[in-house]
């Protein structure tokens, strides 16, 4: 485990160059994200907690980003067609 | 040097050894599109294979977020940037020389070196046979160095940290690279042990190393481009993945006689994962095989790329394109068939939608399906573009031609009790 973070002085160390996304990257990456669970078979909670939890930092950033609203927005607009799906709860 | 065929640069190369081909060949099919991070397969690996002395800084299977970071740290971009000291500006895929005469045939020539081909002008001595350098041992200290691995307090080890954890913000964009031995058709770590002590399975493609050969001279470790190979300290010798061969030759206890996943495919809780047997022509492309699943995905859907392909050991592990990447970064990662992929991916026809409907449904290693249509269930839009779903059917089979399970577009969920959530 790293306790340092990485020194930009040190001359062995590579710098990466950033790429910048699109205006839309952060955007589908929402998309991405909401459609892939629901089609696993997500509901809305499960979809928002994916999004709300910090240690899926992928779906968070979005979060953070596009805000509470267009996520749920996105979230709704997938579910429109993949959440029809019929949840059959096991017996213990 | 002998001359090989690589369908995955459309065009032969260079290799320290003479071209020879398995029956069946492992290689498997990740979609990065659903991989969050959660490193199941990641533990599911060390637990079995890599939890002893010695092996601490092993993880042969491994998940780390790109672009900024990586196992060992920068591996891909100090090989990319060796090949380009080697060739500067050439490392090119010139499109025009692409041919789609064949499924087999990829969209573009590449026009640069390969580590095998750089080897020759870049290295000496004449011995020396592929291009790579040996990571520092501080560049193996973790499987996703600076990423996503929560740290404590400086100095302060072995003490749980009451504060909570911390992570790194990114900016911009990233996506989580899943990676695992690609068990290449031509293995650079195979290509540089002095030894002979690598060799690669005629029955299945997998490339193992002979402990009692090796005498750890770290050639294999410098030579593997992906960094798959790893040395031992305690036992002198260099270790990697052996693709959980007992389970996919079907003579782990667990497998009942039956060819199954890799422990990292089973463990795959984001149901990227997807492994399997090709069937390999004697020229070492595969032979047409149109209801294997994987050889769909490679090689008629084409949604599945292998990664980096340009380095030239024609790895067999796949990947499915992130969809929200910038294209130059994919087209560096994956060559040229990006495009074309992501586009089919985001407008799935009906059998593309029912193929991946069978990643994870079952550990046993599908060897064909079979795809039946069903009535549509839904028309609507996404984002601006029409949809249809239609409730089709998809069924998988086995080893002996025995379904093992089938399911539909629109299946149902099932939900563990509150009692057993967690119980695997």
Known sequence: ?92 | MPKVWNWQLGRGMEYPYDAAFPKRQFAFVFNINRCIACQSCTMACKSTWTFNKGQEHMWWANVETKPYGGYPQFWDMKILKLLDEANPGGQVWNKSNGSTSSPQAGSAQFDGMTIFEAAKKKLTPESARVLGYLPEDHEWNSPNIYEDNPKGIKGKKYELDKEGTELPIHKTWFFYLARICNHCTYPACLAACPRKAIYKRPEDGIVLLDQEQCRGYRKCVEACPYKKTMYRGNTRISEKCIACYPRVEGTDPETKGKPMETRCMAACIGQIRMQGLVKMNTNGTWAEDRYNPLYYLVHVAKVALPLYPQLGTAPNGYYIPPRWVPRPYLHQMFGPGVDAAIERYMNPDRELLAVLQLFRRSNMIIVSYKFQEGPKIYEGTLRGKPVSIYNDTVIAYGKDGEELFRTTIDEPIHERPALHANSI
């Not at chain 1, 590579?14 to 990257?25: F, K, R």
């Not at chain 1, 899926?56 to 596009?66: K, P, S, T, V």
Request: hydrophobic share 40%.
């Open chain 1, 1 to 92: 485990m790293p306790y340092d973070d990485p020194d930009p002085t040190d001359p062995n160390m590579l710098v990466g160059v950033e790429i910048p996304g699109t205006a839309e990257s952060t955007r589908d990456m929402a998309y991405v994200f909401a459609e892939e669970f629901a089609r696993m078979g997500f509901n809305k909670t499960k979809l928002l907690r994916v999004f709300q939890t910090p240690f899926y930092a992928g779906a968070h950033r979005a979060y953070l980003e596009l805000g509470d609203t267009e996520v749920e927005k996105i979230i709704d607009e997938c579910l429109g067609i993949w959440g029809r799906k019929n949840s059959l709860a096991q017996s213990a």
